[in-house]
């Protein structure tokens, strides 16, 4: 199993930015793939970006790409999410999230951060 941590949430004000920091112990070599999702009051879990680790390949949801970052230290175990040009629309809790392989599916994510806020003011 692997633990992960996030930091970094807080509230912003629109057009601002915020950097997550999510570090993973426990059995980290079984994860191939770190990323982030995010939930809305009311709306489904929805995958945000993720990175994978050997090779350093990345990928966004559309609703985020050229405004937000993933990248990752892998001494460190570490992923963290850039978040730049915020909208009232990206409030949310964002959840660090690992995997064995690349997915946009909550479901198969293998395993969970508590979460973090981040509310974006208008």
């Known amino acids: 199993q692997v633990q992960l941590v996030e930091s970094g949430g807080g509230l912003v004000q629109a057009g601002g930015s915020l950097r997550l920091s999510c570090a993973a112990s426990g059995r980290t070599f079984s994860s191939g793939v770190m990323g982030w999702f995010r939930q809305a009051p009311g709306k489904e879990r929805e995958f945000v970006a993720t990175i994978r680790w050997s090779g350093g390949s990345t990928y966004y949801a559309e609703s985020v790409k050229g405004r937000f970052t993933i990248s990752g230290d892998n001494a460190k175990n570490t992923v963290y999410l850039q978040m730049n040009s915020l909208k009232p629309e990206d409030t949310a809790v964002y959840y660090c999230?690992?995997?064995?392989?690349?997915?946009?599916?909550?479901?198969?994510?293998?395993?969970w951060g508590q979460g973090t806020q981040v509310t974006v003011s208008s």
């Open positions: 999230a690992a995997s064995k392989f690349v997915t946009d599916a909550a479901a198969r994510v293998g395993s």
